[in-house]
Each structure stands twice: as structure tokens, then as C-alpha cells.
């Protein structure tokens, strides 16, 4: 039988996989990045924001994931204490 706490975990390890991929994609663009800032095309994409959104995107991913993270119920829960 499946828990809820089983499921948090679960949530858990999902959320920690998307964060460690989308780190390595980065490390895999990064030695890109400079050439790619300076394209004609880059231009825009400084100009409307759109570096900026992806930042703060990526953020917000990692700020999700640690709530989820520090939301998860105790795993370990020692009830035989409660009575004394």
C-alpha cells in the first residue's frame, strides 16, 4: 500500500532528478554561452527579458523543490516516548 508519505518522497526524488538534469544540461551549454551572447540574435533576447525569465524560472523550480522537500512528513516518527 502506497502512503502519503511514500508519495511526498516520491515527489521528492522527481523534483531532485529535474533539478540534477537541468544542471547538466546547463554544464553541457555553458562553454556555448559566451559564443552565443555574442550573435546578432542574442540581442533581443537580452533586450525583451527573456534571460531574465528563464533565471528567474529556474529559480522558482528550485524554490518549488525545496518546499516540497521541507513540506514531507517525518520519516521516521518514534510514537513509543509519546505516553511518558
Given amino acids: 500500500m502506497i502512503t502519503k508519505e511514500d508519495d511526498i518522497n516520491k515527489k521528492i526524488v522527481l523534483c531532485k532528478s ?5 544542471y547538466e544540461i546547463l554544464e553541457i551549454f555553458k562553454p556555448l554561452i559566451p559564443h552565443f551572447l555574442k550573435m546578432k ?4 533576447y537580452r533586450e525583451n527579458g527573456t534571460f531574465e525569465r528563464v533565471a528567474t524560472l529556474f529559480g522558482d523550480i528550485s524554490e518549488l523543490c525545496q518546499e516540497i522537500e521541507n513540506s514531507s ?12
Fill in 18 to 22: 529535474i533539478l540534477n538534469d537541468v
Fill in 41 to 44: 540574435e542574442a540581442k533581443k
Fill in 73 to 84: 512528513l517525518p520519516t521516521n516518527i518514534n510514537f513509543e516516548n509519546l505516553g511518558n
